[in-house]
T-cell receptor, first 114, second 115 residues
């Protein structure tokens, strides 16, 4: 295990639902990330947090809302999603937001939007 | 901007034969490069990384990669494939931006291993 956990592992939701994805890291890292992994496409970076402050938002639709209450926890709040938002959502952490740092990934949440 | 190209979307080998997964990158400065592996229904696991030290990098599970600046390549190799190596492999280059850093992922190469 990498020390990064994600819940739930699978989620099915309708377009009018509101749900949240949770990520927790037990590594003492200061940076956390959300990625979207769609079939046949490269991983897409969605959000970056460093010391609980958002430092990157890659033009993600507002129906995705991140929250980082402390350096160990990261949430992704979902509302009024579209079927094309169905994907594997991966959380990652690293000691610092720095080019040479490797990132440690959680197992992901498989999201299906009906 | 940095980018990474994985030249093969799918590689098939027999158990016990060598593995070669190809990756080319573009970068305006000395990059950090990584290979990650993703087994079905699992997250990504780091295999190895290059950060301007030795050009031949050894990783876990017998994998290694060689950084060749003149060819802008970072190919992943293993002398003898094992059935458990069947997975998706991602070549990754780091990019500096306003936030500090971002990882740029290739599209992935699916490795199949037959007995």
């Amino acid at each position: 295990e990498t020390g990064v956990t994600q819940t739930p592992r699978h989620l099915v939701m309708g377009m009018t639902n509101k749900k949240s994805l949770k990520c927790e890291q037990h590594l003492g890292h200061n940076a956390m990330y959300w990625y979207k992994q769609s079939a046949k496409k490269p991983l897409e970076l969605m959000f970056v947090y460093s010391l609980e402050e958002r430092v990157e938002n890659n033009s993600v639709p507002s129906r995705f809302s991140p929250e980082c209450p402390n350096s160990s926890h990261l949430f992704l709040h979902l509302h009024t999603l579209q079927p094309e938002d169905s994907a594997l959502y991966l959380c990652a952490s690293s000691p610092l937001v720095w080019a040479g740092n490797e990132q440690f990934f959680g197992p992901g949440t498989r999201l299906t939007v009906l | 901007a940095q980018s990474v190209t994985q030249l093969d979307s799918h590689v098939s080998v027999s158990e016990g034969t060598p593995v070669l997964l190809r990756c080319n990158y573009s970068s305006s400065y000395s990059p950090s490069l990584f290979w990650y592996v993703q087994h079905p229904n699992k997250g990504l696991q780091l295999l190895l990384k290059y950060t301007s030290a030795a050009t031949l990098v050894k990783g876990i599970n017998g994998f290694e990669a060689e950084f060749k600046k003149s060819e802008t390549s970072f190919h992943l190799t293993k002398p003898s494939a094992h059935m458990s190596d069947a997975a998706e492999y991602f070549c990754v280059v780091s990019e500096r931006n306003q936030a500090g850093t971002a990882l740029i992922f290739g599209k992935g190469t699916t490795l199949s291993v037959s007995s």
